[in-house]
């Protein structure tokens, strides 16, 4: 059995696979808010951080943790686990001194994980991927190195706000002191993955380039980013490796305690948008996932590696070898939801028959869908533009919107050069069969939801599956499989009038950046 674990902004996820039966055979959740309210953290992150600052307190990812293994191990058998393997949210990073790693060999089962480890942290709490508090360290970083597409041709992103990189460059600024002190700094996958092992664990190449410091072209960390961000940095960081193969064994403080056999090995944790590229069936080249959250996400393996000439574009590592982009949408549900209430209306008035009465005004009516500050395009926009040609029904509304939505992903997704064959959708509104057929029209291609929905965690354990020999390929054709009845086709109709309304869309957007 492997054991595939994510942990993210709101919740810890588990999910143990059994190939040889086919079957999941546990999955199992600790959600932050709801089950360690004493860290006054309801959705994951300390609320009302200043100047754009979003923290965590990693102590609760250790008490999730320790929750996790005793809930789980009450209803599942961990000594036939062989391999576990895992993900973090992206970017997040934990900070700690030199005592940590023989604390976390010592570890005693009788006491808590957070008990033993709080003395070791030199930053009580974790920036993560929400933090904006970095504009002034990423101009910084950026400068030193030679302009913004140096530092994108390096590490596969312009120097961004919430990577790790620009985030370790501001502690050295505020707090020089305690980063002095500080001699291991771990991101959230890696810090996981080395407590399960009781010792540090290197960091994965997939979530390490989301850090502004990786070195894409050779996979090591680049001398020049590492300079611009912060002093002796390249010895607190671990090394970069693959989370394919397990380098460790488990703590005997897991071993013990949870009743995980002492032979189960630990692989290097990765990122929770690589884990879910692997859970979603897309780590090749072609199939493309698009994640319709809080943000919409656009995702997908690359033929070659690239940069997005417009820097808005991350490339990280792709688990199955080679690299991945993503892309990221600030106004997705968010947008969805204002013009709901806007509308007073509810979810039905976005469903197919409702979009359907409106189909004959499909691409006539162009709506840039921003309720607020977006960061594809980076523009502080504060309310949707519009250049109807028809009247402004509510159902043209809602369509105008929706199709705007995934014009500008289309648009800002072309650089990769992906020929998008399949798009597997995910996130709370990709159940909603008229968004889902509004963006298989737009991107002219089949649409697919999946049956398992914690892509991330059933990714790591298909990874850890990986690792023991298992042909990934197999191992995401038995799980990975699409929910009965999700399959859209597109309206294959529309298909010039989409192309064409791209073109529209892309210079209303210019003339309105411009002006
Ligand atoms: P995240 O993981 O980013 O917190 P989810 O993937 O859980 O977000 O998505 C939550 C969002 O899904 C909600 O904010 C809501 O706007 C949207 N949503 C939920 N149900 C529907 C629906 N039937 N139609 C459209 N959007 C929906
Ligand atoms: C990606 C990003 C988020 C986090 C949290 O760049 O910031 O998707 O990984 O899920």
Redesign the pocket.
């Known amino acids: 059995m492997f054991l595939g674990l994510d942990s993210s902004?709101?919740s810890l996820s588990a999910i143990i696979i059994d190939p040889a039966s086919r079957k999941i055979i546990a999955s199992h959740s600790v959600n932050f808010g709801r089950n360690l309210p004493q860290y006054l953290s309801p959705n994951g992150f300390i609320p009302e951080g200043k100047n754009g600052e979003v923290h965590s307190n990693p102590l609760m990812w250790l008490d999730a943790l320790d929750l996790l293994f005793r809930e789980l191990s009450e209803n599942a058998d961990l000594s036939r686990i062989e391999i576990i393997a895992g993900s973090g949210q992206q970017h997040g990073s934990v900070y700690f001194n030199a005592k940590f790693d023989h604390s976390l060999s010592t570890l005693d089962p009788a006491q808590s994980l957070s008990s033993q480890l709080s003395s070791s942290l030199t930053r009580k709490t974790s920036p993560i991927w929400m933090d904006t508090s970095t504009g002034e360290e990423c101009a910084e970083i950026t400068a030193s190195v030679g302009g913004s597409s140096e530092v994108c041709a390096r590490s596969g992103s312009n120097a961004i706000e919430r990577f790790t990189g620009p985030q370790i460059r501001r502690f050295w600024k505020t707090d020089p002191d305690a980063y002095g002190r500080t001699s291991r700094i771990h991101l959230v996958s890696s810090f996981i993955a080395s407590v399960l092992a009781g010792k540090s664990m290197p960091i994965d190449f997939g979530d390490g380039a989301g850090m502004n410091l990786l070195n894409l072209g050779d996979l090591e960390w680049d001398a020049g980013l590492l300079n611009a961000t912060a002093p002796e940095l390249d010895r607190k960081l671990p090394p970069p490796v693959s989370c394919l193969t397990a380098l460790a064994g488990i703590s005997t403080y897991f071993s013990t305690k949870y009743g995980i056999s002492s032979n189960c090995k630990i692989c290097p944790f990765t990122g929770d948008n690589p884990a879910s590229l692997v859970g979603m069936g897309a780590t090749t080249p072609g199939q493309v996932v698009i994640?319709?959250?809080?943000?919409d996400t656009y995702f997908a393996a690359m033929p070659t590696a690239k940069t997005d000439p417009q820097g808005y574009g991350h490339v990280f590592g792709n688990p199955a070898g080679g690299f991945m982009s993503l892309i990221c949408f600030r106004n997705g549900?968010?947008a969805?939801?204002c013009l709901r209430d806007e509308l007073h209306v509810d979810?039905s008035a976005?469903e197919k028959e409702s979009l359907l009465a409106s189909s004959d005004s499909a691409g006539k009516n162009l709506t840039l869908p921003f309720y607020g500050a977006e960061i594809t395009p980076r523009y502080d926009f504060e309310k949707p533009v519009t250049d109807f040609t028809e009247e402004q029904t509510p159902g043209r509304r809602i369509r105008s919107l929706l199709e705007g939505q995934f014009l500008n992903m289309r648009l800002h997704s072309q650089w990769m050069g992906v020929t998008t064959e399949r798009i597997r959708l995910?996130?709370?509104?990709s159940?909603?069969d008229g968004?889902a057929q509004l963006v298989a029209d737009v991107f002219q291609a089949p649409v697919e939801r999946l049956e398992v929905e914690n892509s991330a965690a059933l990714g790591a354990a298909l990874i850890a599956a990986t690792a023991m020999g298992n042909d990934l390929v197999e191992m995401q054709n038995i799980y990975c499989k699409p929910a009965s009845n999700s399959l859209l086709q597109p309206n294959t109709e529309l298909g010039e009038v989409y192309s064409s309304a791209l073109g529209k869309y892309a210079k209303l957007l210019k003339m309105h950046i411009k002006s």
């Open positions: 902004t709101q994640s319709l959250g809080t943000s549900s968010l969805r939801e979810w976005f995910t996130g709370g509104a159940q909603n968004i």
